[in-house]
């Protein structure tokens, strides 16, 4: 099997530091040393304070809202209500899924944390104190908190302020043939079938949202430093929303503290401050809590799903059937293309040959928050993976085949891509088998089956679960993938120096995937300046261009490629200024990292530097002066990354809990631009998978009350309870990514979460335990054991 370096000769010294390297991040110097620069650290001259009064209830109709007292408080300088922003018409603003959403809540309130009022004042505590003495009066009504009966004909309805919206169903999707589905299944020896839940999760980034709006009143300028992992597609979103001109809106994301989807959509909190520092001509902060975090921004999540697989006896898949329902909370504000809304049919239908497939999903409203980010995955594709990868195993479990044989059966073979699947997506590449082969390798799967056996006859409980995902990753291209009409391309503007250094800047934004050390990589592969003279800068729409930003895991795909394209296009113009420097024909040039040389004549010979030089300071009339760029790239389709997971685990059978003996992730993402980063990414993402797996899960009561509201009942896994990881890697380049490369930024927190869930299933299979859903608690394992007894 390969590796990075096997695969990808190393083109660079390390001093130069290009593909393949694992260079030690840059931007953490910063972050260590505590001067790293977020939205709270950010202070503005007469800079004021916000706090938002929020829904305790999660269904009410809004009586009255009282703010006298709140407005006597010293320091207030303003009580901000839906009524009052209902005049400048921004009562309610547009969501990323092309929903409304409210800003401050006129008529009712739909979910517990809901934004009713925010105060200003002088002094952010201050602000805290007065926003709890506004009183609301509410006329309380049922709270809905499941898409089940969300949808039933008699639920009340929580979208009454839409006109024309007669029940709770946000959508209905579908995708795929049903008749020749249908048609499978009659023919299939066996349908096997699953039930299971995803739950809803958090992102809960390190850091939570926060603005500091500023607004100068006499030059209508508006500098916004945001949480933002899409400040472009944001500062668009404002000036339709507000009305600004977008020339005079500038956003700024500082360093951000991590993302992970929670910081696409647009807040109350953002338009909310900015409207207030426009109003009242001060710049205004407004840094949310915990709570108000894990309450009130985008969750993740809340699958039901039901999925059927038609099957021969020999073990050949015929044909999918999946029925999805989504529990969407109150307002649709899913960031997804506007077309294919679910990404899910992308890959539902996993690393597998098989003709026909027939998907639907639906959502329905519920008086939860809203939400359903791409928590670490591309448009609900963690969902779409769970479902493929559990539905496989029971199947093989039914037919009497072994799990791994089972999938060998049915992968999709390495010369069958690219390969169009059922639901008419076109895989761009993969080799499946020789993932899985690694992985059964590493973990010494037969030595485990025998293991199983023996353990089961001395009253051990142990287990193995695979998981072969497929992953879809770098939306665009443009004509398919669009967010509010904007398509999803991206752009890299490259500045060489005279002294050869160079500036790139990215219309992306890092919130500490180590862009700034990665992307100076793959300037330092194409034109061999060293990544360490090369700056990145991200996050600044006054500084960069136009970009939609970060988050499943786009980057690499679309910035990475946009950034490869720059470079190239500059070694070109360079060939033409050394073959003036060198009295050369350019058909006498070759290239060698970082110089070009005449053909058998080594000696003649510039650098890259000399020609940076030379840019602007030695150019024939025929060459325009400098040696820059920037690159506009809409990719021709999505990369498919691809893995194979294998978990063992030990259960104790008296209480349930269970352990992580042994986690093997093979992972394949083309070509490594940073082989250390890479596995930094796969150790957060199978952290998250685990933790979704067992413990991580956002409840809510009948009166939907959230629970897991603070880090107390929301568990994150803490690097006590999370399992060592071996990490292994095959390398099946991107075949139309410029450097070959696939995005990795989720891929282990989709492939994941059914290999922990498969391992504790395959250990109590036998005991007659046919499904239990995340998160696998021992409780929940314990119950599912006695239940089997009975
Ligand atoms: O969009 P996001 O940055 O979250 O995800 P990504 O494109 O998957 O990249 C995550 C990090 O891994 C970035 O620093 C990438 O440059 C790096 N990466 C890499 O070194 N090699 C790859 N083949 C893919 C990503």
Redesign the pocket.
């Known amino acids: 099997m390969t590796t990075t370096a096997e695969s990808h000769s190393l083109l660079t010294t390390p001093e130069v530091g290009g593909l393949g390297h694992s260079r030690k991040r840059v931007e953490d110097a910063r972050f260590v040393e505590g001067r790293g620069n977020y939205v709270d650290d950010i202070v503005l001259p007469g800079m004021l304070h916000m706090a938002i009064h929020r829904s305790p209830l999660a269904h009410a109709r809004i009586v009255s809202i009282d703010t006298s007292e709140a407005e006597a408080v010293e320091g207030v300088i303003a009580v901000v209500t839906g009524e009052l922003l209902a005049g400048y018409n921004l009562a309610w603003m547009p969501t990323m899924s092309g929903d409304t959403q409210a800003v401050l809540a006129t008529d009712k309130v739909r979910f517990q944390g809901q934004e009713i009022a925010a105060v200003i004042a002088t002094d952010r505590y201050v602000a805290q104190d007065a926003a709890d003495k506004i009183i609301v009066e509410y006329e309380e009504l049922e709270p809905i908190v499941t898409p089940q009966r969300s949808l039933e004909p008699d639920a009340p309805l929580i979208r009454d302020d839409k006109e024309g919206q007669t029940s709770n169903e946000c959508y209905t999707w579908e995708s795929g043939d049903k008749d020749a589905t249908d048609a499978a299944f009659a023919k299939a020896d066996k349908v096997v079938s699953l039930d299971t839940f995803y739950p809803r999760s958090h992102p809960a980034p390190l850091e939570t949202c926060g603005i500091v709006a500023d607004v100068n009143s006499a030059t209508g300028q508006a500098t916004l430093y945001m949480t933002s992992q899409a400040p472009h597609a944001h500062r668009t979103v404002f000036a339709l929303v507000a009305g600004l001109p977008e020339q005079n809106i500038r956003i700024v994301s500082p360093d951000i503290g991590g993302g992970f989807g929670n910081k696409v959509p647009v807040y109350p909190g953002y338009v909310v401050a900015t409207a207030a520092s426009l109003v009242i001509g001060k710049p205004v902060k407004w840094v949310e809590t915990r709570t108000e975090n894990l309450i009130s921004t985008g969750f993740g999540r809340d699958y039901h799903m039901h999925g059927e697989l038609a099957v021969t006896n020999e073990g050949k898949i015929l044909g999918l059937r999946v029925d999805m329902l989504s529990d969407q909370g109150a307002f649709f504000s899913d960031a997804q293309p506007t077309k294919f809304k679910a990404g899910l049919f992308h890959i539902v239908t996993g690393s597998y040959d098989y003709p026909v497939a027939h998907v639907t999903t639906r959502g329905a409203y519920t008086n939860k928050a809203p939400g359903g980010v791409a928590y670490r995955c591309s448009f609900r594709v963690t969902e779409a993976s769970y479902m493929i990868e559990r539905l496989v195993q029971n199947a093989a479990y039914e037919l009497g085949i072994d799990p791994a044989e089972f999938r060998m059966k049915n992968f999709i073979e390495k010369d069958q891509f690219p390969y169009l699947s059922p639901t008419g997506f076109v895989y761009d590449s993969g080799d499946y088998e020789g993932a899985m082969k690694l992985a059964l390798d590493m973990v010494g799967y037969d030595e485990i089956q025998k293991e199983k056996e023996q353990a089961r006859a001395e009253g051990r409980l142990v287990g193995v679960g695979i998981a072969s995902f497929t992953e879809v990753?770098?939306a665009g291209h443009g004509d398919d993938y669009d967010i509010l009409g904007l398509r999803m391309f991206d752009s890299a503007e490259l500045r060489v120096h005279p002294t050869g250094k160079a500036i790139l800047k990215l219309g992306?934004r890092?919130?500490g995937?180590?862009?700034e050390?990665?992307?100076a990589?793959i300037v330092a592969e194409e034109l061999g300046i060293p990544a360490s003279d090369i700056k990145v800068v991200e996050g600044d729409t006054d500084n960069t261009p136009y970009g939609l930003g970060?988050?499943?895991?786009?980057?690499?795909?679309v910035?990475?490629a946009a950034t490869a394209v720059i470079a190239r296009k500059l070694r070109d113009k360079a060939k033409k200024i050394a073959a003036h420097l060198l009295e050369a024909s350019e058909d006498d040039l070759e290239w060698e990292v970082g110089k070009f040389s005449v053909k058998g004549d080594p000696e003649s010979s510039v650098t890259i530097q000399d020609i940076a030089f030379a840019a602007y300071t030695n150019v024939p009339e025929s060459i325009e002066a400098g040696l820059e760029g920037v690159h506009y790239y809409d990719p021709p389709n999505m990369t498919y990354?691809f893995g194979t997971y294998v978990v063992v685990v030990d259960i104790d059978p008296g209480t349930g809990q269970w352990k992580v003996r042994r986690m093997v992730a093979v992972d394949d993402?083309?070509?490594?631009?940073?082989?250390m980063?890479?596995e930094g990414?796969i150790h957060g993402g199978l952290t998250e998978g685990y933790a979704m797996s067992s413990m991580q899960h956002i409840s809510f009561d009948e009166q939907g009350n959230c629970i897991g509201s603070n880090f107390l009942d929301y568990l994150i896994p803490t690097a006590w309870e999370t399992p060592r990881f071996e990490l292994g890697a095959t390398v099946t380049p991107s075949p139309h990514h410029p450097i070959g490369?696939?995005?990795?930024?989720?891929?282990a927190t989709v492939g994941s979460p059914a290999a922990f869930v498969n391992a504790v299933i395959d250990a109590l299979w036998p005991l007659g335990v046919r499904n239990i859903d995340m998160p696998v608690s021992a409780d929940r394992v314990w119950a599912a054991m006695e239940e089997a007894k009975s």
């Open positions: 990753v770098g992306v890092s919130q995937q180590g862009h050390t990665t992307f990589q970060t988050y499943a895991s786009r980057s690499t795909p910035a990475g990354p993402c083309g070509v490594r631009i940073n082989p980063i890479v990414q490369a696939k995005g990795v930024g989720e891929s």
